[in-house]
């Protein structure tokens, strides 16, 4: 494989060098993924959690219909599980609200909960110099093209105690907020960051490793599955396949906005 300048600038930034694989792959578009997406409505979002404090929690339809302001209110008032009881703060997302590409992750960590944005820790660092090397930012004011922002959003809006993971039920309590977001952006890709960012949005629980390579979808629009940038740095080299991860969701994004051009 014979690496363009351009794409030795963007393995710089990633941290990487250039290495013998080939960088992309004609997008798979995986029908089947799009009926286990459907099943990831807003209605699944209310498995009932027995001592969880529900008192100022929005129910799932009023969620469904919130604009952005009252969704930002909802989350930052919620109460639906105890991590309302631990956090600084809640972690609502960053990025433009029409960006053309959707980050998700898992949940906020000890700095994000200090700061209330989402991956402004090491781990954000690196999906920052990711996003950078194909041209992205979270920031609007680098890039005045929204087919360049990125809002990036998190399954949970609260910090887990100590780091630990996401509990099923803390999941399911937050994850109409997730969903409304994705409904709001009306993201063109969608990118999903670890195992928790797939269960909720393709309802598998399947290893990354399985799952990434290949385009699925959530209620329509294209996702790729990659690794959690905190995985990659404990496994520097499966920074190779995020790249890949990377490429995959470029090309798909950047197809899906031909057919746009082409179809208006
Ligand atoms: N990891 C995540 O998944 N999200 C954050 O916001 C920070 C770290």
Redesign the pocket.
């Known amino acids: 494989m014979t690496w363009s300048k351009r794409q030795h600038a963007m393995l710089a930034e990633m941290g990487l060098r250039a290495w013998d694989t080939p960088v992309s792959q004609e997008p798979d578009v995986d029908a089947a993924g799009a009926s286990v997406a459907a099943a990831a409505g807003i209605a699944a979002a209310q498995t009932p959690v027995a001592d969880a404090p529900v008192a100022a929690a929005a129910t799932p339809s009023a969620v469904a219909m919130m604009d952005w302001p009252a969704l930002r209110e909802a989350v930052a008032s919620c109460t639906a599980c105890s991590l309302c009881g631990s956090r600084r703060q809640t972690?609502f997302g960053v990025g433009h609200p029409q960006a053309h590409w959707m980050v998700v992750?898992?949940?906020?960590?000890e700095?994000?909960d200090r700061r209330g944005?989402?991956?402004?820790?090491r781990?954000?660092q690196l999906l920052d110099n990711m996003l950078r090397a194909i041209g992205l930012s979270r920031h609007a004011g680098d890039v005045p093209d929204p087919a360049r922002q990125v809002f990036?959003a998190?399954?949970l809006k609260c910090r887990p105690p100590g780091n630990r993971s996401p509990l099923s039920e803390e999941l399911a309590r937050c994850e109409g907020f997730l969903m409304r977001q994705i409904e709001l952006v009306q993201p063109r890709i969608i990118l999903a960051?670890?195992r928790?960012?797939v269960q909720s949005l393709l309802r598998s629980t399947a290893p990354i490793g399985q799952l990434r390579g290949r385009v699925h979808r959530y209620q329509g629009v294209p996702l790729v599955v990659t690794y959690?940038?905190?995985y990659l740095l404990r496994n520097l080299t499966e920074k190779a396949r995020a790249w890949d991860d990377l490429c995959l969701a470029l090309d798909t994004a950047e197809a899906a906005a031909v057919h746009v051009a082409r179809g208006a």
Do not use: D, L, W
């Open positions: 972690v992750g898992e949940a906020p960590g700095e994000e944005e989402p991956f402004v820790g781990s954000g990036i998190n399954t960051m670890g928790f960012a959690h940038p905190s």
